[in-house]
């Protein structure tokens, strides 16, 4: 499987625990909201098959030296990239995430992750659950290689991030993962689809092909009719699915979404998660934190954290006991 439009190389300017990462929750995006500031929605490439792209077919645009999904160390094969493999066929997969025995622990003595391990399969829907506090965003941050764990391991579409120095990591970060939050975080009195092709900003696309990506994003989040509309000329629902399109634009392996209804009424929500749902149908794998019941229950998969550790996950059938 070859990535399609990459960042160029030496894009990864934003390194990990640099202040352009804040938490998870907080803004990202810098003051008007770009990506600019870090890889945070950049090119990112993978499964998530836009008809315009196909859950398979990702156009090269750019140069490809960048940490993908070759072989890697180990000599692995490249494995991802098939919109939906049959069961059997994604068991023989590398795992989009593999997390073993993750701690995380903040300044102060906090350990927000205690011993986690996850692995998320091409192509799956999950939801993270879990009390205020429980480690969620932490998990998320982690998962997102926004962050570093304390120990344990985080493997990315096969690459260990121990390995990778930070500019590499925020190489693998910018071709591989879309994030949405719960402030959407776009750019005030930037257009819709100039708002979304900023997802695209490291891909080394010249702008009008940007531009036109990015309108094709919008129509998937059905948004075609908003284009030129501004931030403040959009309801809550449909910033949030600017946002969305922005994250999917440059086809991520994984999107991450941390509370994406947190700010929305139950309508709007529900339109979101309709497309969440839409956007897996299609071949996204979605990882989505929310703190609703009735969100978390319609998802295939439910990860339960309590006191920084795994308590449940349904793909496993019971609950983990520790
Ligand atoms: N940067 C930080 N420094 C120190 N402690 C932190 C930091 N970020 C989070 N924590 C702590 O880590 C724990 C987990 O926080 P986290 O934000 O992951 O929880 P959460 O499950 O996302 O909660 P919520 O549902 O309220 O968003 C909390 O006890 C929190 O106070
Ligand atoms: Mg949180």
Do not use: W
């Not at 000599?75 to 990239?81: D, I, L, Q, S, T």
């Not at 509309?229 to 994984?254: F, T, Y």
């Not at 609703?292 to 308590?311: C, H, K, M, S």
């Amino acid at each position: 499987m070859t990535g399609t439009h990459r960042p160029a190389p030496g894009l990864g300017r934003d390194p990990v625990g640099s202040p352009a990462h804040g938490p998870v929750d907080s803004p990202v995006h810098g003051p008007v909201g770009s990506p600019a500031h870090g890889p945070v929605d950049s090119p990112v490439h993978g499964p998530v098959g836009s008809p315009a792209h196909g859950p398979v077919g990702r156009p090269v645009h750019g140069p490809v030296d960048l940490p993908g999904r070759g072989p890697d160390a180990a000599g692995n094969p490249p494995c991802h990239g098939s919109g939906g493999p049959a069961p059997d066929a994604r068991a023989s997969r590398t795992p989009v995430v593999e997390l073993r025995n993750v701690v995380k622990e903040y300044a102060g003595g906090v350990r927000a992750l205690d011993g986690v391990h996850l692995t998320v399969e091409e192509g799956e829907l999950l939801g993270i659950v879990g009390p205020s506090g429980s480690g969620k965003s932490t998990l998320l941050h982690i998962v997102g290689t926004l962050d570093r764990p304390t120990t344990g391991t985080v493997a990315i579409a096969g690459h260990d991030i121990a390995a990778l120095a930070d500019r590499k990591l925020s190489a693998l970060r910018a071709r591989h993962i879309g994030f949405v939050f719960q402030a959407f975080h776009l750019a005030p009195g930037v257009t819709a689809v100039d708002n979304v092709a900023e997802g695209l900003l490291y891909s080394g696309l010249p702008r009008a092909r940007r531009r036109a990506l990015a309108a094709e994003a919008l129509a998937r989040v059905g948004l075609a009719d908003r284009a030129r509309h501004r931030p403040h000329e959009l309801s809550g629902g449909q910033k949030q699915r600017v946002a969305i399109a922005r994250a999917i634009v440059g086809q991520p392996d994984l999107l991450l979404a941390d509370e994406p209804t947190g700010a929305l009424d139950t309508a709007s929500g529900e339109a979101v998660v309709e497309l969440l749902h839409s956007l897996n149908r299609e071949g996204a794998t979605i990882a989505v934190i929310t703190h609703d019941t009735e969100i978390a229950q319609r998802l295939p998969r439910r990860v339960r954290i309590r006191d920084g550790r795994v308590v449940a996950d349904s793909a496993r059938g019971k609950a983990v006991v520790r």
